[in-house]
Structure formats: C-alpha cells, structure tokens
C-alpha cells in the first residue's frame, strides 16, 4: 500500500461519448482512493482517453500520449485508439498498458498494476451522481454503447460493436441522482438515440411505480417529466422521431434535434450506407416545424465524399436553403484507415475541391443561421447560464447545445450563478451568437 493517496492526472480527448467513458473510470478510481492530478508531473501515472475517429484526431492523442511520456513515463492509453495498439506501440513502445475503448475494467486493472491503491475501500468517497467533467449543472447522459449501423465513412462500429442498450429504468436512475445533485440539463448521448431498445426488444423495466419501455419516445417522455432540461443528440431520421415531436411541443423535451443528416443527395447518401435514408426528408422537416414552430435541428454534413459530383454538391446547397436548419456543422472528406468508403472504388474528391466545396457550403450557412437567428430578436427566452460574469454571463438557449452551438450573451443587474435558468429579452442576433438582458 502507498503511503500518499495515488494520483492519476487525465486526458479526456473526443467526443461526449467519451468523455462519459472518462467519468466513469474517473467515479471508479475515486471510489477506490485516487485523487486526480492538476498536472502530469505531479501524478503517479497518466491516464490518456484516446479518441480515433478521424485522422487528425489520431495525431491529437499520439501528441497527448508524447507529451504524457514525457512528462510523466507511467502512461495508460485507453479508449478508441486503444483498438489499435500497434500503431500506438510503433510510435511508443514504453506504454504501461493499453486497452480499447469501454474496457472499464481493464483500465482499472492497468491503473492497480501501475500504482495500488491507498485507502480503505469501505469509505465512499464520491459523490452519489458519480464523478462529472461537465459543469455541474448540466451532464451527459449515455443511454446505450455501439451501433447496428455500417455508414461507410464510419469505423465506430469496427471499435465498439453493435448496439448494447441500458435497461431504461437504470438510465432514469441515473438521471434522477443527475437531477438530484443540481443538473439542470441532460443531454442525451449514444451512436444512434434513435434506436435506443432495438437490441433489447423494446424490454419493459420498472421504474418507481410504473413500467417503462426501453424505447426512444417513452425514455424521452419520462426523462423530460425529471424537472431538468432533456436535449437530444444523435437522432436519425427514423420514421418514429415523428412521435417525439409532440413531446417538444408540450414543452416536456427540449426544442432541439441533433441530426447527423451528413448529406442530401441520395446517391451520395446511399453510398455512405446511412440509416433512416428517406427521400422526404424535408417535408417531414416541414411537418414537424408546423407542429413544434420553436424546433431548432442540429445537423452534421461531410463534403468530398468520394464520388460526390458538383451536381451532387449543388443538390445538397439546395436542400440546405431549404431546410433552413439552424445549427450546422461541415467536415471535409478524410479517408479514415479501415472504413468501407475507401474502398467503394468511387473517385476520390481532390483536396483543393474539398475545400472549395466546404467555403461555399459554410457561405451558404451563415446567411441561413444569421437569418434565424436574427428571427429571435424581440422575444423573451429562456437562458441556462454557463459563465456567470460581473455585468453580462454567458448562457445558452433552449435551441443551443454546449460546445457546439451559440451563446447567448446575458446582461444583467443582479448576479447569476451557473445554472441559474433565467427569462431574457433578445435585443439583438449576429451571426452565430444572441445578445439580450435579463427580465
Ligand atoms: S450511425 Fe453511422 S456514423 Fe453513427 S456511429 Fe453508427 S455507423 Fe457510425
């Protein structure tokens, strides 16, 4: 037994999927007495939550692994990278351990063996709600691992398998201890929120006085019934995300869909082998707006997909000024070691038309964004306040997502606290961003 508590200094590298991954090896390790580390230098080891998804996201955690090494030598690299040691051996071989992504226990084998741990184990020292990286008033919420889907960009199934679903009743045990503590905002997170249940057939669990199925409608409604703002990500296009709408409209979930559409034109969509593919996209865009007017949609895209032709590229701008969608992101086409899409024998797209492609399709956007946003002015909302500040905080509307999308900047007389959910007047909308006071 070490005299000191161990101390384990952490990376988190990706996305909220893995950073659910990192809380809870982090919520393991202080159960057992490990203290967490400001600084490399200062810990007993180093542990680094890899993520490899794309290439430069490769490049990201093989410089996070270095600098650990360096800085520290006892280095534990788990998560997606971890999938594939020998690429991570071949640029260092003195790594303590390595394991692949949702490898818990391993992860907390490697840390045991590196440095034991120093207390005793009937003493819990965490918090019940687990231990969170996100700001405390608000935590994501990961309701299944994997997914049933082989889109041919994609390697995530190859590194973490089909679908495993949560029993629902867990997840709203969890989301209930969240709301509990002070969170004020889940946000829903898996591959595919959409398929939430299908491995497990819908299986209906109980949960307080009632049977809940393991279903994406009936976990959105009971998550929404907890108090706390519910935000859906990674939704497809699926013909029974009709039936969540209502529940947006009453107010239960948030107005908010994150919808990785990726592209619009159909044969490029149906060279990227993506689910929920329907031809109706936007009319069902449409239906949906009539029913909840607020709805605002999230959405990814990737541009230079090989074999995407300019016709193929004019189709989506069309259907972007179309489906006026509010939050948008754009990646450009990288052929990502292992996935399917390199080896469909299409063209590869020219870098130098990539990026052409991707200025334009951001043009297009921001006009698109500017203008709904500019339709905001005048109205009273609701804020969830990130970053309280002397005379004007930072927060985000119903229709922004932390991290990824707007902010909308509060003035206000009185001070606010993170998390506080306050009513503001929007004055004025730029491209991106809101700007209002406090009423
Ligand atoms: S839905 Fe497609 S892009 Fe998303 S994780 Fe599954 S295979 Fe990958």
Request: aromatic share 8%.
């Amino acid at each position: 037994m070490t005299e000191h508590a161990p101390k384990i200094s952490f990376v988190s590298l990706g996305c909220p999927k893995a950073l659910v991954d990192s809380e809870r090896i982090i919520s393991h390790l202080r159960a057992e007495g490990y203290e967490l580390s400001k600084s490399h230098a200062g810990a007993d080891a180093v542990i680094v939550n890899t993520c490899g998804f794309l290439d430069s996201a490769k490049a990201e955690s093989l410089e996070a692994i270095g600098n650990a090494l360096n800085e520290n030598g006892k280095v534990i690299v788990t998560g997606c990278m971890g999938a594939e040691p020998d690429a991570i051996l071949a640029a260092y071989p003195n790594i303590s351990a390595i394991t692949g992504p949702q490898a818990y226990e391993s992860v907390i084998n490697a840390v045991h063996s590196v440095i034991s741990p120093a207390h005793d184990p009937h003493f819990d020292l965490i918090p019940p709600q687990g231990v969170k990286l996100t700001p405390r008033h608000y935590a994501y919420l990961k309701i299944s691992e994997g997914c049933n889907n082989r889109c041919t960009f994609c390697i995530i199934p190859k590194l973490r398998g089909d679908l495993i679903s949560r029993p629902a009743n867990e997840v709203l045990k969890e989301a209930e201890k969240l709301v509990k503590a002070g969170v004020r905002e889940i946000l829903v997170i898996s591959q595919d929120t959409s398929a939430y249940g299908v491995d497990i057939k819908y299986a209906e669990s109980q949960w307080n006085d009632r049977t809940v199925r393991a279903k994406f409608v009936d976990l959105a409604r009971e998550l929404g019934s907890l108090g706390a703002w519910t935000r859906l990500h990674y939704v497809y296009p699926y013909p029974h995300v009709d039936d969540v709408i209502p529940l947006m409209a009453e107010g239960l979930v948030l107005p908010y869909l994150d919808i990785p559409f990726q592209h619009a034109s159909p044969k490029v969509l149906k060279a990227m082998k993506r689910p929920g593919n329907q031809e109706k996209t936007l009319e069902r865009i449409k239906a949906w707006r009539e029913i909840c007017p607020d709805l605002a949609i999230r959405s990814t895209f990737i541009v230079g997909f090989p074999g995407e032709t300019e016709e193929d590229f004019e189709y989506l701008l069309e259907w972007m000024r179309e489906a006026k969608l509010e939050r948008v992101g754009c990646f450009k086409y990288e052929p990502v070691s292992g996935a399917v899409s390199n080896e469909l024998g299409l063209a590869q797209v020219p870098d130098e038309v990539k990026q052409q492609r991707w200025n334009r399709f951001m043009e297009t956007q921001q006009s698109i964004s500017a203008q709904r946003l500019k339709s905001r002015v005048g109205r009273r909302i609701k804020v969830i306040i990130d970053e309280p500040g002397p005379t004007v905080s930072k927060g985000r509307s119903q229709w922004d997502a932390p991290e990824i999308d707007g902010i909308v900047h509060v003035g206000s007389r009185r001070p606010l606290r993170a998390g506080d959910i306050v009513t503001v007047k929007i004055e004025r909308a730029d491209a991106y961003d809101l700007f209002g006071v406090v009423v």
